[in-house]
């Protein structure tokens, strides 16, 4: 089996792009009333929702073989702890101070005890606030994810397929509201995210035993680059049922996931490095770029950019600074924080590891 996902490296480039889009178009409409694109008139561009099932992609691609072995979820948790909470937590200490004195560039509910612990710690809040660095929302959702998929290092594989089916069967009749609740909480632990994220996990078992032609794979990918685009023009212009339109997103993702990988598979894919330093700076981009963004927004209404450059000019230069400053954060405070954290924990056979070999020029700061 073929261990240099190469191209699927690449591919985590593609949620911070989308959702830097999504957001740079939300500040242009909200500043200066151009709707970049026509992104800020959706829910969400749908770059979560590839980040859901890369997720479970990789942790099905990388653990497979370790499944049902107790001993192994120690190094798991270890290697996520590693891979998320550092630059985590500094970019939000981070931002508390810069929140409090400017207010405006957040949305005002960031400052106070409740949030600052649950954004601190990943965990949900009842009544669904999102945390001080608002994008880390799907950070939530990740850690959740890690905890069920932690379910399946134990060694009763019939209690951990059980719970596997059984949350399955929920997370199904909530997305097609067979139940329903009044409260957050519920639809958290059981929200269509999760059958992206387990999509992901079979997309793994899949193309590890099966890997279509060159052609079909390319026709997948293609398929599902475009599934994003028609599901945005689905959603002004209803053809299918709105309310799926994360599974819309999430289905175009495994498509494309699926072909990437089986290219990955067959073949041996060299990108540049700089393309490879985006996928690896992946993390950093997406956690960093929306406080900065609000932060050159109100610059350039305050300075009059937009009038000088017009709006053309004034995207291109918002999304080029929030990326420079994401690759700062990556360089300088995740790369070496990680790295310092992993010379401090001893796993025998550690995951970071395992994930170094399966996605070529990573290191422990890359999420999966």
Not at 144 to 172: A, D, E, H, P, R
């Amino acid at each position: 089996m073929r261990k240099r996902l190469v191209l699927i490296q690449l591919s985590r480039a593609l949620v911070p792009i989308m959702v830097m889009l999504f957001h740079v178009s939300v500040n242009m409409e909200g500043y200066w009333e151009y709707n970049l694109l026509g992104l800020s008139s959706l829910p969400i561009s749908g770059g979560v929702n590839y980040f859901f099932a890369l997720s479970g992609f990789m942790l099905f691609y990388i653990y497979q073989k370790k499944l049902g072995q107790p001993k192994q979820l120690k190094g798991f948790l270890q290697s996520r702890f590693v891979r998320i909470y550092p630059v985590y937590f500094v970019l939000t200490l981070i931002a508390i101070p810069v929140l409090v004195f400017f207010p405006y560039l957040g949305v005002g509910h960031e400052i106070n005890y409740n949030t600052i612990v649950h954004s601190l710690l990943l965990i949900p809040e009842v009544d669904g606030v999102k945390p001080v660095l608002d994008v880390a929302w799907s950070l939530v959702y990740t850690v959740y994810f890690y905890m069920i998929f932690s379910v399946l290092f134990f060694s009763k594989k019939v209690f951990s397929t059980i719970f596997l089916t059984t949350w399955t069967i929920i997370s199904i009749a909530f997305a097609t509201n067979i139940l329903w609740a009044e409260q957050f909480i519920p639809y958290f632990f059981f929200y269509q995210y999760n059958l992206i994220f387990l999509a992901g996990m079979l997309c793994a078992y899949a193309v590890t035993r099966f890997q279509p032609s060159m052609l079909v794979s390319a026709a997948l990918i293609i398929i599902g680059l475009a599934g994003f685009p028609l599901t945005w023009l689905n959603y002004f212009n209803p053809v299918l049922d709105n309310s799926y339109y994360d599974l819309y997103t999430g289905l175009a993702s495994v498509f494309i996931i699926y072909g990437l990988a089986s290219i990955d598979m067959k073949k041996d894919i060299r990108i540049p490095s700089a393309l490879n330093y985006l996928g690896s700076a992946s993390l950093s981009i997406y956690l960093a770029h929306n406080l900065v963004l609000n932060t050159f927004s109100e610059i350039f209404s305050r300075t009059g950019v937009y009038y000088a450059a017009g709006p053309v000019v004034t995207s291109i230069s918002l999304l080029v600074i929030i990326t420079f400053f994401g690759c700062l954060v990556h360089s300088f405070i995740e790369k070496p924080l990680t790295a310092k954290l992993k010379k401090t924990i001893t796993s025998n056979g550690s995951p970071i590891t395992e994930t170094q070999k399966a996605i070529p020029g990573t290191g422990a700061s890359q999420v999966v």
